[in-house]
């Protein structure tokens, strides 16, 4: 470096690191080493970790060192729902890149954020006109447990503090939204650290031999009681809303979120509802609430926000909510994360609209969700296959009745068969899902399919 006009300048020769030149098994040795990685057990990993080393990804397929191919079944944990390196994502990167990537988010703002914050409001559900940036699904979720506990607080009812949840909730790590996880294994060691949070029976758990209107019918009446004894220390209900994702793909009916919402206005409890999975099309619409005609009072987006690219995370909320924090200083949601609101996201988020307008992304949906819901159809008639279910462009198969949830093997055992064929489908515990990208054609679909049916018999068989 040297200095001019007091500026560095990069001198003309400088070259960027070149992260992959390295061969293959020296960075997997250099990972099994130093790299802790996110929900695995790091014993078995350290000695016979066999990652697939990314060299790139384009659409719906990844590429690894040496060349093989694999399609991504669930669109990187749910996030590229149009697809990896969309070229009009990484130009409006680009583009941002050059002229700033981030600068603190208080006392300043700039075009992209405030540009999609309309573009947010306008696109919301219905009135949730106030738009508060953050960095992930987590921190989504976080930002609107605080609302909601401190515009209790400063509305009169300091005493609602207890939140409600789905025994098999999931909506992030951060102790908030791990509090009202309904996963064990993800919730047990941080019990003692959690906020109080009341689990309810969720509709998309069914008793032997119970259809689902039954198992709506109980979920509500399990809810309508608890409100009727506790309503006065419940701040919200938060919501994952026709899907439960990391719960294990578990779906209810359009009625159950109507009926929610029924019973949180009548019992003045905040309903949150967390579209981190859901939002952006997953569902067939672009938000899952839109097929109920719902409005939260707080929404949480992330995930397809950013398409893939970088994390980036919203909370919407309706005038209610925001309005208790006017009057003054001592009512501020003092609350923020470093990277809120940050350019390169914003910008992303921004072009990720236009995509969805552009490409007609939803309206390619119905023919793609029929393929897929009938090819899992297929599959439910294996004895094996204790339960079918889905919604929009997400499948699921829960294999066997063992009931070991999370930690249970079988998943693995066709991750292992679909990994050597080609494809990614990393499951959750005994349930094997597919949530692939949006734009992913009827060929590569087809594709997909074809493998994850022929790894589930054969993992069956071993
Ligand atoms: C993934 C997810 C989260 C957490 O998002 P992160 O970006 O992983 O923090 C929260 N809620 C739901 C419904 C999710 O699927």
């Known amino acids: 470096m040297s200095t001019k006009n007091g500026q560095k300048t990069v001198p003309g020769d400088f070259k960027i690191e070149k992260a992959s030149g390295l061969p293959r098994q020296e960075i997997v040795e250099k990972d099994r080493r130093y790299v802790w990685h996110p ?29 093989r191919q694999y399609i991504d079944g669930n669109a990187s944990w749910w996030t590229s729902l149009l697809g990896h390196n969309h070229p009009r994502l990484v130009e409006a990167l680009k583009a941002q890149a050059d002229e700033f990537c981030h600068v603190a988010f208080a006392s300043t703002t700039h075009a992209a954020a405030a540009c999609l914050a309309e573009r947010l ?39 609602r503090t207890v939140f409600l949840a789905l025994e098999t909730a999931f909506h992030g790590e951060t102790l908030g939204a791990t509090a009202l996880g309904g996963v064990d294994a993800f919730r047990r060691p941080f019990d003692a650290l959690t906020t ?28 309508e009681e608890v409100l009727e004894r506790r309503a006065e220390e419940i701040a919200a209900f938060v919501l ?37 999975f859901t939002g952006f099309g997953r569902t067939g619409s672009f938000w899952a609430c839109d097929q109920a ?28 909510v925001f309005e208790a924090f006017l009057g003054g200083p001592s009512r501020a949601f003092y609350y923020g994360h470093t990277y809120a609101g940050n350019a390169l996201g914003a910008r992303v988020a921004l072009e990720v609209f236009r995509v969805y ?30 339960e079918v279910r889905g919604i929009g462009l997400c499948a699921a198969l829960e294999i066997g009745t063992s009931g070991g949830g999370y930690l249970e093997r079988i998943g693995w055992r066709v991750f292992d068969e679909a990994k050597r064929r080609g494809a990614l489908i990393r499951p959750l515990g005994n349930v094997v899902y597919l949530a692939p990208a949006l734009t992913i054609s009827d060929s590569e679909l087809d594709e997909l399919l074809g493998i994850l049916d022929e790894s589930v018999r054969v993992a069956l068989r071993k």
């Open 39 to 67: 929900y695995t057990p790091m014993d078995d990993y350290r000695c016979s970790g066999d990652p697939i080393v990314v060299q790139s990804a384009r659409g719906v397929r990844i590429t690894d060192q040496d060349g």
């Open 121 to 159: 409001a306008e696109r919301a559900p219905g009135a949730l006109p106030h738009v508060f940036f953050s960095d992930n699904g987590s921190t989504a979720v976080e930002a609107a447990v605080k609302m909601a506990a401190q515009y209790h607080y400063q509305t009169g009812a300091p005493d």
């Open 196 to 223: 109080e949070v009341i689990h309810v029976p969720s509709p998309g758990v069914r008793k032997k031999g119970e259809t689902a209107e039954c198992a709506e019918e109980r979920a509500l009446a399990a809810l």
């Open 240 to 276: 994952e809303p026709l899907i439960q994702g990391a719960g294990g793909m578990l779906v209810h009916r359009p009625s159950y979120l109507r009926r929610v919402r029924m019973l949180t206005e009548r019992f003045d409890v905040l309903l949150i509802i967390d579209e981190v």
């Open 293 to 320: 005609g719902v409005v939260p009072d707080i929404l949480c987006t992330a995930k397809g926000l950013s398409g893939g690219l970088l994390p980036f995370a919203a909370t919407l909320t309706n005038s209610r």
């Open 357 to 386: 307008d552009d490409e007609n992304i939803l309206e390619a949906l119905p023919r793609k969700v029929a393929k897929l819901q009938q090819s899992f159809a297929g599959l439910g008639e294996l004895p094996e296959v204790a």
